[in-house]
């Protein structure tokens, strides 16, 4: 007979439960993809992934950002050069931004503006070590980007970051026409596009012409399917233990993962701009981009969604065919959506 | 030291080895996701796999087929009755066919035709087994559809079934516009909405307007790295192992797999028509829909990705909400391509 206090811990399980009647799945040996997926996206594919835990103090996560920051921020010149953008170091209503020109900027997108938020768990990749995508879209999608350089956790935990966000989209919206501007940004910077869509609602500012939340932090919580069917399949994220789960409360700071401007999942999606998603089969967010799908189109919103081979979290990031293919599918979703 | 026998064994392996560079993932538990999944749908989701392994000679194969035909057929006329659609037997150029026409028959959906394949590798659901999915599309989808048994293996290879599926396509473009025409299916249906497409450019047939294969039989080689990823993580068709190799074989009767009539994503797919793919997270074919997407949309094609949450293979024709979602969302495809 089970004892009391084995009911009470079994009992005081269940609400937190968010997967229940398990099977096991065996262990299994994955190799690298061959068809339709570039010779560069098979080496992403086939490296080891990640070990390192979740770090324990406020030093430790600092320490970790910039460790993290350093070959980014030593490439960043070259890949400057290479994907021919001009950056401009300036604040918007008191924030950090960058603004990446575009060399081959073409007349039709002149009037054309884009605002970019960088992923890292809202933790990581501060100042020039969080522009590469903002590159990326700037020269693949030939149009202007202002890459948002927003406060960070764990000096600045939730809402600061969301904070900067809002102050930036308002004072764009007073120079450009929202109807010629998307939003976008992978991970806690397709978070950041999703909360920022919620916080416009409610404060009635208005909206952009599309979006484009790339595999986003929609679901702190974790509770999509791909949290297991991907856990160490993914050679990105690897698995929500291992550091997304630690990195969430420390953003959140307190306040419950479940509250819509935290995991926008949980928000209400009606009225939301065209929105494109991308994600990867591998991507243990894989769930929360295929669920964003869903719950826009339920909504009555108009919604793609692009996933690619083998890819994991994030990965059409890498220096791959596929990430062209990716920006170009982008700013073709933006070029159908936006007016000019 | 190795052996010269070991190193012959390891070089002969090498042209056939789909995947390289490999990596363990350890045994995992999975539970059934409860977020944005209907109740119904969890039940599918959390049912024990199947464990039947592939039959060994013809005989068997076809006691398979009756015996997985038998509860289809009993609640075949309660299916059809809660469905409201009426069912006619014919012959269309001598092929068995099935007319569906749902009692909701608006008017401008009465010059609109659908053409259905099943599923079940080519080898099962023939009769009235097989044409669920063409009444759920007839209902939900508010069309008439012609559901069509064509041959299937063990007694009629490839491209016996394929030169039916043409045959009526020959005989239908004759009274009927194919602008007001699609063609769809699943699985198996899905492999040869493509085949048929390939071989209507072949010949020179018009083309239908618009296609929905879903979760396609596109690859019948399992070069797809949903098969390593979703293997045993897929409650429906478990692995490639089990069952699909030796039925692709059977079915392919000594044709190369790779010909594109027979693994339809090896194609040329310049000029099909605007298709939607639909297909689960867990789906052991994930990786041919998400392919099928990205091969349409480098060729210069129009499709959409729809992928639910937690499925495997086929999961969107279960008894759920998600069904009519899934139906819903085809017929809302096929109305904005579809003329009248």
Redesign the interface.
Do not use: C, M
């Given at each position: 007979m089970k004892s009391r206090a084995w009911w009470i811990a079994m009992l005081a399980m269940v609400p937190t439960?968010?997967?229940?009647?398990?099977?096991?799945?065996?262990?299994?040996?994955?190799?690298?993809?061959?068809?339709?997926?570039s010779p560069e996206l098979q080496k992403v594919i086939?490296a080891?992934?990640p070990t390192a835990g979740a770090p324990t103090t406020n030093e430790e996560w600092i320490t970790r950002r910039n460790d993290m920051a350093e070959p980014l921020i030593k490439n960043y010149q070259v890949n400057r050069e290479r994907l021919s953008v001009e950056v401009e170091k300036t604040t918007i209503a008191g924030v950090n931004c960058f603004v990446i020109t575009p060399h081959n900027l073409p007349q039709q997108n002149q009037n054309r503006l884009l605002i970019h938020f960088h992923g890292g768990y809202y933790i990581f990749f501060s100042g020039e070590s969080g522009i590469r995508e903002g590159m990326l879209m700037a020269s693949y999608g030939h149009m202007k980007v202002i890459s948002v350089d927003y406060r960070l956790a764990p000096e600045h935990p939730f809402p600061a970051g969301q904070d900067d966000a809002v102050a930036v989209w308002k004072a764009v919206v007073q120079t450009n026409k929202p109807q010629n501007m998307a939003v976008f940004g992978t991970s806690a910077g397709g978070g950041m596009t999703l909360g920022l869509m919620l916080r416009a609602k409610q404060e009635g500012l208005p909206l952009p012409a599309a979006i484009a939340p790339g595999t986003p932090a929609s679901?702190l919580t974790g509770?999509?399917?791909?949290y297991?069917?991907?856990?160490?399949?993914d050679?990105s994220l690897v698995s929500y233990d291992r550091l997304g789960a630690a990195a969430a409360k420390l953003y959140a700071n307190g306040h419950d993962l479940k509250e819509p401007l935290v995991s926008p999942?949980f928000g209400d999606f009606t009225g939301l701009p065209p929105a494109i998603i991308l994600t990867g089969?591998?991507d243990l967010q894989?769930?929360d981009a295929?669920?964003l799908?869903?719950?826009l189109?339920?909504s009555g919103g108009v919604a793609?969604?692009?996933?690619?081979?083998?890819q994991s979290h994030a990965q059409y990031l890498a220096n791959a065919p596929e990430t062209r293919?990716a920006f170009e599918?982008i700013a073709a979703f933006f070029d159908h959506h936006l007016g000019r």
């Open positions: 439960l968010a997967f229940s009647q398990t099977r096991t799945v065996p262990e299994r040996t994955l190799g690298v993809p061959h068809e339709l997926v086939g080891a992934p679901d509770s999509g399917d791909s297991q069917t991907n856990k160490y399949v050679n999942i089969t591998r894989l769930s295929v669920n799908h869903r719950k189109l339920r793609e969604l692009h996933v690619f081979e083998g293919e599918q």
